[in-house]
């Protein structure tokens, strides 16, 4: 819940971009001036969907670095936006089914480039 109160999210922030820099350093570097707006805009959306904790906001900020900015948002994507607005569903299961999610589509696409070659 830290992550809600002001006086503590810029240092929250500052720890997402060190952290997500030595990650994702290329997309990182391409970002240049818009990453802390990329960083605060997946906070904002990782709360308005009920992810409020650091570490699954972190998960979640690392999502848009998988799959770009505002994932969700993207036809190709609707399995994202159909978990996260499933209010059956508490933030860590969100997470999880995301993450879960996007390791089999990422299997598949790595699976699907090496059948091609």
């Not at 818009?34 to 959306?45: A, C, G, H, L």
């Not at 009920?50 to 770009?68: M, Q, Y």
């Amino acid at each position: 819940m830290r992550a809600l109160q002001r006086p503590l999210r810029a240092p929250f922030v500052e720890v997402l971009m060190d952290g997500f820099t030595h990650i994702w350093p290329e997309k990182a570097s391409r970002l240049v001036i818009r990453y802390r707006e990329f960083i605060e805009s997946s906070i904002d959306r990782a709360l308005s969907f009920g992810i409020v904790t650091e570490s699954r906001i972190a998960r979640f900020v690392n999502l848009d670095f998988v799959w770009g900015a505002e994932f969700e948002q993207k036809t190709e994507h609707g399995w994202a936006l159909r978990i996260l607005r499933d209010p059956a569903m508490n933030e860590k299961a969100k997470i999880e089914e995301l993450v879960t999610v996007t390791r089999l589509k990422l299997m598949a696409l790595q699976s699907a480039r090496g059948s091609v070659a």
